[in-house]
């Protein structure tokens, strides 16, 4: 894939501060990307001093929140090469996550970087712009709340994407005036090809879509699903726990339960909005729940509409698991995130 003409002018002004900054040798590889199972970076450039050079692959974004950060990591791991997040600012705090946290190799145009290979380590941060700070191409999106439910449904359950307007609509749970301007977006930033009146409309890059997915929904759609939280006395009573009706696992536990790898220490439940309080009753009857600001159980409306479909049908679909444990940016969580995502969302998205 090339990059557009603002990605490679970013990738330009990346590689020139860290240059000027450093003094070592940086470029653009003139050969094409090669690809680890059909993937491609944004691009692949060549930085070293007078010794053998590194290649890396690159992702292009830009970066304005630490989630943001977790999801380019796991873009680039996925790649199965040495990679690198080029993106046109990073404040110091976010500089700092990506070393100690994430060890997330970065440059930016201002000339921050963390880079570390054998024989070569760079740690730069708290360089300001010298002028206004861009934004690469394909990272705008994302829309309202409304949006992303509705771009969630299409990930989940790409047939509705050649469906009536009213089938996402009760899918999504949206207004049905919405879904034709969710297309119509979609389809201007190259996500959506194809015609609704020949019925072959298609998800193009599902797993770019869904990243942007993922970044966006703890900001500007979780607040939105009427959290409630609550306090639990045994850290195990969720193993024995029945879910009412119209109540499903996200989070840990549900990651827990599609792995056998995590411990979970918080709880995350997603009930249906009509049988909300009755099931909350239930809950806090049969489990001694008692409310509290900084419990450690969460209750959050369902956003979704398309039953039949799990293979374990008291859990979220795991394009949401992962996005829940991203949202937590506990490195303990990103390890499993990145299984998931490998396990249980990349199949569903290539048959997108």
Known sequence: ????????????????????????????LADEPKTVEGRYPDAVIEVGGPGKPLRLATKIRAIDRAIALATAKQHLERLGKPGLLVT????????????????????????NAYLRAPGLYVFIRGERPRGGVG????????????????????????????????DIARA????????????????????????????????????????????NYPIKLRPRLN???????????????????????GGEVAAAKLTRHLNPTTYTIYI???????????????????????GQLEILDAFWNFPGRAKQPDLVPPLLV????????????????KRIREEHVDHALRSA
């Open 1 to 28: 894939m090339r990059l557009a003409e603002r990605e490679h002018k970013l990738l330009e002004d990346a590689l020139e501060a860290f240059i000027r900054g450093t003094g070592l040798h940086a470029a653009i």
């Open 88 to 111: 046109p600012y990073l404040t110091a705090e976010l500089a700092a996550y990506c070393r100690t946290t994430l060890d997330l190799q970065f440059m930016d145009t201002a000339g």
């Open 135 to 166: 934004r690469a191409a394909g990272t705008r999106g994302g829309g309202t709340a409304a949006a992303l439910r509705v771009v969630f449904a299409l990930l989940c359950a790409p047939e509705l994407l050649n469906a009536p307007y009213r």
């Open 172 to 215: 999504a749970g949206v207004a049905l005036g919405g879904v034709g301007l969710v297309l119509l977006d979609l389809h201007g930033r190259g996500y959506v090809l194809g015609a609704q009146r020949t019925r072959d409309r298609r998800l193009r890059e599902p797993g770019r879509l869904a990243e942007e997915w993922v970044t």
């Open 227 to 249: 959290p409630r939280r609550f306090g639990v006395a045994d850290p195990r009573w969720w193993q024995q726990a029945r879910l009412p009706e119209g109540a499903f696992w």
């Open 272 to 294: 249906d909005p009509g049988k909300r309080r009755e099931g909350i009753g239930l809950l806090v009857r049969d489990h001694r729940l008692r409310a509290d600001p900084d």
């Open 322 to 337: 992962y996005a829940d444990l991203l949202a937590t940016l506990d490195p303990r969580n990103l390890e499993i995130a």
